[in-house]
């Protein structure tokens, strides 16, 4: 069980103040949303990209508050595959079976991550004009 203090304080990210540092990160396989973002469970993909360095990888840089989406692998193997395009697709993330990923922002917390592949998306919003979320 890893802790939000844990894992956020490994990687030089605040635990926000609305959340219990020692409390335990949920690890799910279902859809999430943090932000501006939302992780999507997919069928894999043909290219698994690669593998989470130990300071993580930006997934989306805040663009309203400049604080940063970071994925981080835990326990095993975690891969990265950015998409090519420019849109809401920010890219794939696939977690071992014996691995955890675990996706920081300095406001959200942490969400866990569970085995499996997945799509990263940025989410839009209805205004006077569709448009992404700006976290």
Do not use: F
């Not at 849109?87 to 794939?92: A, E, Q």
Request: net charge negative.
């Amino acid at each position: 069980m890893t802790t939000y203090a844990t894992v956020m304080g490994r990687h030089k990210v605040d635990v926000p103040a609305h959340l219990e540092g020692q409390a335990t990160i949920p690890v799910l396989t279902g859809i999430q949303p943090q932000g501006d973002i939302i992780v999507l469970p997919v069928a894999t993909t043909r290219d698994p990209g690669a593998p989470v360095p130990a300071d993580g990888v930006p997934v989306v840089r805040g663009e309203a508050t400049g604080n940063t989406h970071l994925l981080v692998a835990a326990d095993g193997p975690v891969y990265w595959a950015p998409s090519d395009r420019d849109g809401l697709d920010c890219g794939h993330v696939t977690v071992d079976p014996c691995a955890t990923a675990y996706l920081l922002h300095p406001e959200h917390g942490a969400n866990g991550i569970g085995p499996g592949t997945y799509l990263v998306r940025r989410q839009r919003e209805q205004a006077d004009v569709i448009r992404r979320v700006a976290d």
